[in-house]
């Protein structure tokens, strides 16, 4: 391969690299996430990541960021809680691709100075370059094996983007590549007239002959033009020349445990692949293959090399301490980035059911996670973006962010060790600084009159059965209330409408002006009014009721007749 | 004795006290508890989708019967919601099918089998007050306790039923085996506010804010509660206790109190 050509191609890529590093790194100190944070500069930022830094390098918290390495970053001892078969899928990836860029693809730089007597073709090398490489290959594979089954027992599948996909097709190519040349060269005659010319000092295959039985035999290369008989004597004076000339540099091909037998597959083939100048190609394909990834990294799945590291370390150097402002802020964004969208996060998530049955998926951790990225950005608030197939995929966001009950979970499974409880704080204030609120907060921003009339404005037809029946059962039969002789013995031991003394929070109606409402065939204004979403549940009324009237039940109903019928008519610049 | 021990949300992340306590009193009396994978009881679902609510509580009730294990929870909304639920499967045959039919897909059922059961009903009924009485080793006498319900341990009285929902005792006899006095107070029905919390801040503070000052008036030295809610509720509004002591009251988990009373450490109830 041109010295020249190959230098600029590395060069290039890793300028973009770095150049895709600085661009994605920034957001760590562009994007604000949650209010405590909006009004915070760069500069706070930058001196919070110097003295974190700091901090985590001179101070006993040293101590801490070295436990982090090494039992977080190198040996994911929270994958190991969390999933033991992704995390033998993970460690296989990390051990092998480490192994393979350490060993091999730095040779230069790394083997070379660490191991006296470096040479690729000598073992361990190269049963040790197999062995990275079939190990990337079964964990790409148990990747790949997990991925289809989680996606058929999940309704919600983590997100994936083209970008993520792109790279595990890469990294199967540079694998595949790289087998396939070290198998090539091992049957190519080029290749073997080339080395032997080099140091032999001859290229002549009659003068070579013993040499060439010996490899034919030995190593497997496929010479078709060895026609004579190969006599134990030919083979003799063959060992004689590769023990002169070869051998200080040459293991056993078949230590090569992949490549070997592929390149039995290839042998027949050996003369064509000559003529093609297969080596060469096979050389360009790996290497540059190698370079796309390299300079496309910080923008696939693989950029969680640097940013899930960066994010356990911090936790680290965090433990067991709060941060200041900035530097929630930077973990915050830095979440973001350190999301590997594994969805571990989303199989233990309590509202999962919920979330399946609202076929919502911002219910979920993954999810809600680049919702929060999104509205971050500015983007979720743009129509027609995130699409979910039904509904406003903002307010689709915000009943994903507010329908979570803070269980905690996400957080203590999360394998890079989000703090994703923050992370949905902050999400929920910035939601609701956009106007997108909880059902609670909208239904009650407007009074119940204009919803009603919101109402009757949007047709719903309701001639031949009640649509209500279904959903709201109680309320949808007059019998279930028509029995109410306004006696207000609900109102009476309403601990709600006791404590209504101050009309900036006090109650529009009291429970048997609702159920009075019901009666009136009223339904619309009933669901929007303040008392039924100041209801506390607290069943005094129904427990009091001299009627039976399941009036904290009705109440609940109306409450959800509301979030669905009143949702379909909202709209959050009106609400703000 | 054996339950499936459902803690829901709240308690393994804002109060961890609550699960390590109701592990050491029910271990202490001889109650084997089992951790399943449940979800959500589907309380905080109730104002939005009825069949939402009622899906994840039957999900619960599914991983429950098919270990055939009753449940036991120490949070009295979970415990309201998960009953609630059953009493709507029960009377709703559609519903029934619905929500038999989603959970058929996960391989799960419900066929009603599963009885859901709030701890102190567990404690008074199932362990039994004489039981609990005699393992007291270390009385707490003279500590006068208001005790907080939480209303739905009593409410929906047809759902719930604990206790007469009117004039209940159940909660005064836990604590008096303990050796400590349960007191009278005027508001101890009513609801300590947490719901509200989301919904109307302002009314939700002085509805707990009026509990705490009448417990207080009526001679309390601790505010004794059995849900989680309720217990972060009175925690969330009182300032730290060393400020202003007698604006606040002492709040303790009725399993810290009973464990205190049997004499297991402090440690390992959470205090």
């Known amino acids: 391969m041109s010295n ?22 920034s957001t760590w100190y562009r994007l604000r996430i949650g209010p405590d944070v909006r009004d915070l500069t760069l500069v706070p930022r930058l001196r919070a990541l110097l003295r974190g830094f700091a901090a985590a390098l001179f101070t006993r918290r040293a101590f801490h960021v070295g436990v982090a390495l090494f039992l977080d970053v190198l040996l994911q001892r929270r994958l190991y809680r969390s999933d033991k078969s992704r995390w033998l899928t993970h460690l296989l990836i990390f ?10 693809a730095l040779a230069a730089v ?28 079964v964990g790409l594979a148990f990747f790949l094996i ?50 032997a010319k080099e140091f032999n000092g001859s290229a002549d295959p009659a003068e070579l002959k013993p040499l060439r039985a010996f490899w034919a035999s030995e190593f497997g290369v496929a010479f ?44 027949p083939l050996a003369r064509v692949l000559d003529a093609g100048q297969a080596p060469t190609w096979l050389l360009y394909l790996h290497v540059f293959a190698c370079f796309i990834g390299l300079a496309t990294l910080p923008f696939t799945r693989f950029y969680h090399v640097l940013a899930a590291p960066i994010s356990l370390l911090v936790n680290g150097a965090a433990l067991g301490r709060s941060l200041s402002g900035a530097g929630r802020a930077v973990r915050r964004a830095l979440a973001l980035d350190a999301c590997v969208g594994c969805g571990i996060c989303d199989a233990h998530c309590s509202v999962a059911p919920l979330a399946r049955h609202l076929d919502n998926r911002y219910l979920l951790p993954s999810h809600k996670l680049i919702a929060t990225g999104e509205l971050t950005r500015g983007r979720l608030l743009q129509p027609g973006h995130l699409t979910t197939g039904a509904g406003d995929a903002a307010w689709r966001a915000a009943e994903g962010a507010f329908g979570c009950t803070d269980c905690g979970r996400c957080t203590s499974v999360c394998p890079v060790g989000l703090d994703l409880d923050d992370l949905w704080q902050s999400g929920r204030a910035d939601l609701a600084r956009a106007g997108l609120t909880a059902p609670a907060q909208w239904v009650q921003a407007r009074p119940a009159l204009a919803w009603a009339e919101s109402l009757q404005r949007d047709f719903w037809p309701r001639s031949f059965f009640d649509p209500d029946a279904r959903d709201a059962p109680l309320s949808a039969n007059r019998s279930s209330f028509s029995r109410c002789v306004q006696c207000q013995a609900c109102t009476n031991v309403c ?54 009237i399941r009036v904290a039940d009705i109440m609940a109903e109306l409450r959800t007749l509301a979030v669905q019928r009143l949702g379909a008519v909202r709209s959050h610049k009106e609400l703000s | 004795m054996k339950y499936a021990l459902f803690l829901g949300c709240k308690i393994p992340s804002r109060l961890p006290a609550y699960a390590a306590s109701t592990r050491a009193v029910l271990q202490h009396l001889g109650v084997t508890l089992v951790e399943l994978d449940f979800n959500c009881c589907g309380y905080p679902a109730r104002s939005v989708s009825r069949d939402g609510f009622v899906l994840a509580a039957a999900r619960n009730l599914g991983l429950a019967e098919r270990v055939g294990l009753n449940v036991l929870t ?38 009603g089998t599963v009885e859901v059961e709030h701890i102190l009903p567990v404690l008074a009924r199932v362990v039994g007050v004489d039981a609990l009485a005699g393992a007291v080793r270390a009385p707490r006498t003279g500590l006068r306790v208001a005790a907080q319900y939480g209303c739905h341990t009593l409410r929906p009285s047809n759902v719930a039923r604990s206790d007469n929902p009117l004039a209940p005792t159940i909660f005064e006899d836990l604590i008096r ?44 030295e601790v505010m004794c509660t059995a849900c989680p809610h309720c217990h972060l509720r009175f925690d969330g509004v009182q300032p730290p206790q060393t400020e202003t002591a007698d604006a606040s009251i002492r709040t303790l988990l009725y399993t810290q109190l009973l464990g205190l009373a049997l004499g297991l450490p402090a440690k390992s109830l959470g205090l």
């Open chain 1, 495 to 548: 601990p709600v409408v006791a404590y209504s003394t101050d009309p900036a929070y006090g109650v529009d109606l009291t429970p048997q002006k609702v159920m009075n409402l019901l009666r009136l065939g009223m339904r619309d204004l009933a669901m929007g009014s303040r008392m039924v979403w100041s209801c506390a549940t607290c069943y005094q009324c129904q427990e009091h009721c001299p009627q039976g």
């Open chain 1, 146 to 195: 997990g991925l289809r089954r989680r996606r058929r027992h999940t309704l919600h599948a983590p997100m994936r983007r083209p970008m993520d996909a792109a790279f595990v097709v890469l990294l199967g190519f540079v694998l595949a590549t790289g087998f396939l040349l070290e198998a090539d060269k091992i049957v190519s005659p080029q290749v073997f007239y080339r080395m």
């Open chain 2, 74 to 111: 120490p949070c009295a909304c979970c415990f309201g919601t998960l009953r609630h639920a059953i009493a709507l499967l029960d009377e709703d045959a559609a519903l029934r099918v619905r929500i038999t039919t989603a959970l058929a897909a996960e391989g799960l059922a419900w066929s």
């Open chain 1, 95 to 104: 051990v092998g691709f480490m192994g393979l860029l350490l060993m091999h």
């Open chain 2, 177 to 220: 085996l303990t050796g400590a006095t349960p007191i009278e107070w005027p508001l101890r029905l009513d609801c300590c506010g947490d719901p509200l919390h989301g919904a109307n801040a302002l009314l939700s503070e002085q509805m707990t804010r009026a509990k705490i000052a009448d417990a207080l008036a009526s001679g309390a």
């Open chain 1, 4 to 25: 020249t050509l190959f230098r600029a191609a590395l060069d290039t890529s890793l300028l973009l690299c770095a150049l895709g590093l600085l661009w994605r790194m």
């Open chain 1, 110 to 137: 790394v083997a070379l100075k660490m191991f006296t007597g470096y040479e690729s073709t000598r073992n361990p090398y190269l049963f040790l370059r197999n062995l990275f490489g079939s190990m990337v290959v």
């Open chain 1, 224 to 267: 078709d033009d060895l026609t004579a008989p190969i006599t134990p004597d030919l083979l003799r004076q063959g060992r004689a020349m590769h023990e002169a000339d070869c051998e200080t540099c040459h293991a056993g091909a078949a230590s090569a445990f992949v490549s070997y037998p592929v390149s039995r597959v290839l042998a």
